[in-house]
């Protein structure tokens, strides 16, 4: 799903786009949809962004108008693909530029988290939530760059493996002690959490498959 925020890379859009079964918009992404790698299939928002701009009976993408102003255009996006019965979304372009619209779209990982896995990618990083009862193992590079930040309240029993910086049964909480740039020192990383939920930060190197 592309968002209106800082345009992503071509190569970032490439990666996640091949072999999406749904590509969809959030308003002014998805024009002029001519530039993107492939057209999207759906183009989802109030449409304040596309205001005189949107061509209708040509063909092209599904617009679907959603005025409702309590939400965001990306909130109106992945509540469409939750009625769509999809489990599964990469945010892209939903950073960069306005601070309260990045934070804002950080913490649809954790609004969403019980309808919808949600991994938010930019050129930088990719971000996921991981929950209560939640354990991954994850497959990285030896000197990567990791973050987990608390997202609701404190997270606790938080169990860390393969890292500079290990943790076992912690709590992590705002206002430290600081989880930020950790780096990955085994080629599996490991976390699991007890409690609460973490927003999780990797360095890009490709997404890598979950164990």
Known sequence: M???????????LDYWLDGADLFLCADGAGHPYTHLPRPPDVVIGDFDSLAG????????????????????DAEKALLYLVERGLNE??????????????L???????????????????????????????????????????????????????????AQWPLTDAVVRVGGPATVSNRVQQPSLALSVRGGSLLVTVQRQGWPALE
């Open 89 to 102: 979304v990469v945010l892209i372009g939903a950073t960069g530029g306005r601070v309260d619209h990045t």
């Open 2 to 12: 592309l968002c209106h925020g800082e345009p992503p890379p071509e190569s970032l």
């Open 53 to 72: 701009r949107i061509i209708a009976g040509r063909g092209g993408p599904l617009y679907l108008h959603a005025p409702e102003q309590d939400t965001t």
């Open 104 to 162: 804002y779209n950080c913490h649809l990982l954790e609004r969403f988290a019980d309808r919808l896995r949600v991994c938010l990618a930019d050129p930088a990083h990719d971000v996921v939530r991981v929950g209560a009862g939640e354990a991954v193992v994850w497959q990285l590079e030896p000197g990567t760059l990791f973050s987990l930040l608390p997202l609701a309240g404190p997270a606790t029993g938080v169990t860390l493996a393969g």
